[in-house]
Structure formats: structure tokens, C-alpha cells
């Protein structure tokens, strides 16, 4: 097999929507032919998982994942078109995956950057031009400083942007499309929840040694 490069493993899977590896086989089958590489995914009925995208995923599963020592726990809802692949193993594995990395990511609030409110981005942009770095820079480079920061932490309160934990050369979101175009459904995380035990609990910081003294009436 010829050496591909990330680039034109990404431009192909721009164009076609296959999965990052059946991109990459593509290409070394065909050295490097774009043209060519196109036409032996369709030859091997490799679609797009780009147009699987738009049709409905109403099956699926709801799993949990409950982290070592109880403390932090997931629930979430994965989403496909048929209960046959919500079944199989490789689905099974997949929502386990994403649910592991909901509870290694202590930031994500959503499943998507399109799915955070403009409220929010709204405030952290408003954080962002208050920092104390961007004092007397001209606006237009204040402006371009603020947009890169608040890409940045936009991408890291959404879940489908992270890098996956057991691979870091990949994005969940690429993770979950290699997986389409494996099974050939359509796949949606559509929502989850993270619990960190005693979070928004108002906890007593009375010290041991402060009950002690109550308890003798020392104090």
C-alpha cells in the first residue's frame, strides 16, 4: 500500500462520508487516487455516512456506566433506526464507550456545539473580552483572540468534539461515524446525564475538632 496522508484521508472522507479507516484502505488500494479510491467504496457498497444522517433514528439504547468507587455515574440515550443493530454487540460497545467518556469529561453539558444555548455563548464571550491579557489591543485583534478562545471552550462543554478517551487520535464524533458506516444506520446520541455523588449538596464544614469542643461545651 502506498503512504496517505491525514489530509487526503480527511478530503476523502469529506467527499464520501466513509469511515476514517475504510478512507484510509481506500487510498492505499488505489495510490492515493482520490478518483479511483471514491469509486472502490462505492464498488464495496461503503456509503455515506453523511447521507445516512438525515433518517430516523428512533431505536437504540439507554445504558449507564457507574465509575470505580460509586461516585460519578452516566445515563445515557443512543440512538439508531433498527432494534436489530441496537442488539448487536458492536452498538452495545459503542454506547458503552460514549458513556465512559461522558464520565471522564467533567465539562460536557451537551451533545453538540450547535446544542449550547446563546446565553451561554453570550456569557463566555463577555467573560473572554474581560480578561486582563486583552487590555489596550486594538479591537480587531481582540476580536480575533476572543473567537479562537471561545471556539475552544465552546468545543469543550460539547461531547461529540473530545477526543476519545481510548483513542486519541480520534473525536467521539468520528468515533460514532466509523461506526455508521460499519453498521449502515443512522447513529444519535440524543441525550445523557452525569451525577457526581453529593454535587449541589451544601455540605457542613464544621471540623472534627469544633464538634468535639460543642459536645464538651468548650466552645
Not at 460536557?108 to 451561554?120: G, L, N, Q, R, T
Not at 447513529?187 to 454535587?199: D, K, P, T
Request: with cysteine; glycine share 10%.
Amino acid at each position: 500500500m502506498a503512504q496517505i496522508s491525514a489530509k487526503l484521508v480527511k478530503e476523502l472522507r469529506t467527499q464520501t462520508g466513509a469511515g476514517m479507516m475504510d478512507c484510509k484502505k481506500a487510498l492505499g488500494e488505489n495510490d492515493g487516487d482520490l478518483e479511483k479510491a471514491t469509486e472502490w467504496l462505492r464498488q464495496k457498497g461503503i456509503t455515506s455516512a453523511g447521507k445516512k444522517a438525515g433518517r430516523v433514528a428512533a431505536e437504540g439504547l439507554v445504558d449507564s456506566y457507574i465509575h470505580t468507587g460509586g461516585r460519578i455515574g452516566v445515563l445515557v440515550e443512543v440512538n439508531c433506526e433498527t432494534d436489530f443493530v441496537a442488539r448487536g454487540d458492536q452498538f452495545k460497545e459503542l454506547v458503552r464507550d460514549i458513556a465512559m467518556q461522558i464520565a471522564a469529561c467533567p465539562n460536557v453539558d451537551f451533545v453538540k456545539v450547535d446544542d449550547i444555548p446563546e446565553a451561554v455563548v453570550t456569557k463566555e464571550k463577555e467573560i473572554e473580552k474581560g480578561r486582563d491579557d486583552l487590555a489596550g489591543k486594538p479591537d480587531n485583534i481582540k476580536e480575533k483572540i476572543v473567537s479562537g478562545r471561545i471556539g475552544k471552550r465552546l468545543n469543550e462543554l460539547a461531547l461529540l468534539p473530545q477526543p476519545f478517551i481510548k483513542d486519541q487520535s480520534l473525536t467521539v464524533e468520528e468515533l460514532i461515524t466509523n461506526t455508521v458506516a460499519t453498521l449502515g444506520e443512522n447513529i444519535q446520541v440524543r441525550r445523557f446525564h452525569r451525577f457526581v455523588l453529593g454535587e449541589g449538596i451544601e455540605k457542613d464544614t464544621t471540623s472534627f475538632a469544633d464538634e468535639v469542643a460543642a459536645q464538651t461545651g468548650k466552645k
